[in-house]
Nanobody, 121 residues
Framework: QVQLVASGGGLVQPGDSLRISCAASGRSLSNHAMGWYRQSPGKERELLGGISGSGDNVYYQDSVKGRFTISRDNDKNILYLQMINLAPDDTAVYYC??????????????WGQGIQVTVSS
């Protein structure tokens, strides 16, 4: 069992940067591929990208490629999502997720609680 707790969300202005984190407990994070999702009002939850258990393989959806960076610190059991040049369309509840296996992230087996990011002037 893996417990995930996200932090670092909030209100930012267009063009700002923000890093959100996801702290894991219960098992070593290196045993799990991880991913970030978001859900905007009225829309389905969207996968933003994933990272392998080792951190060697990372992929992104086209909608965030070049602006968002997923990384992890397995020693600290933390997953990060660095976001730059934020726009109002990035306003959403962001979720971290963990997969049972450490390879390529394809499925969320555990979810964090979701954290609000609002981009507004």
């Amino acid at each position: 069992q893996v417990q995930l707790v996200a932090s670092g969300g909030g209100l930012v202005q267009p063009g700002d940067s923000l890093r959100i984190s996801c702290a894991a407990s219960g098992r070593s994070l290196s045993n799990h591929a991880m991913g970030w999702y978001r859900q905007s009002p009225g829309k389905e939850r969207e996968l933003l990208g994933g990272i392998s258990g080792s951190g060697d393989n990372v992929y992104y959806q086209d909608s965030v490629k070049g602006r968002f960076t997923i990384s992890r610190d397995n020693d600290k059991n933390i997953l990060y999502l660095q976001m730059i040049n934020l726009a109002p369309d990035d306003t959403a509840v962001y979720y971290c997720a963990a997969q049972h296996r450490p390879g390529y992230f394809v499925r969320a087996d555990y979810w964090g609680q979701g954290i609000q990011v609002t981009v507004s002037s």
